[in-house]
């Protein structure tokens, strides 16, 4: 695969995670995500549900997990690509076709969610930042998204 674009989350945690974007697996899902973040959309919105040992999730506008954007759901994009530690995939209703903005980090490997979640990007590099998020559902005091960014792969 060609070099891909990239997208950074800076954490209120303690700095920034960069997410290789997966457009080989998910090109619909990465483009929803590449056009949120362009638009500001995740600036500000909190991990409102992080389970130590499983995944940290966020994405949602009103931090309680019952929101997305504006935009109509997502078809989904599933593959054979595990859900390990690192791996981001989007959050979803029962309906496999429900994805909208909410997405995971897994903090661990949950490979019982393979072929059944869409995995879209993969964390590079600040998974300690991640592994750094307050815990709860929700946290007391949830960790957030100060800034969110894509960089284009040259």
């Not at 974007?21 to 973040?37: F, K, M, Q, W, Y």
């Not at 362009?38 to 506008?61: C, K």
């Not at 496999?96 to 072929?115: M, W, Y």
Request: aromatic share 6%; proline share 7%; hydrophobic share 35%.
């Amino acid at each position: 695969m060609a070099d891909a674009d990239r997208l950074t989350l800076n954490l209120s945690s303690g700095g920034d995670v960069v997410i290789k974007l997966r457009s080989d697996l998910a090109p619909g899902h990465v483009e929803r995500i590449t056009n949120l973040t362009e638009s500001g959309f995740y600036d500000g919105v909190t991990f409102h549900r992080v389970i130590p040992g499983f995944m940290a999730q966020g994405g949602d506008p009103t931090g309680t997990g019952t929101r997305g954007s504006d935009l109509p759901t997502l078809k989904a994009e599933f593959s054979s690509e595990p859900h390990v530690r690192g791996i981001c995939s989007m959050a979803r209703t029962p309906d496999p076709n429900s994805a909208n903005s909410q997405f995971f980090i897994c903090l661990d490997d949950a490979t019982f969610l393979d072929k059944q979640y869409t995995v879209w990007g993969e964390v590079e590099s600040g998974m300690e930042h991640v592994d750094a998020l307050p815990v709860g559902e929700p946290p007391r005091e949830p960790g957030k998204i100060l800034k969110a960014s894509i960089q284009r792969a040259s």
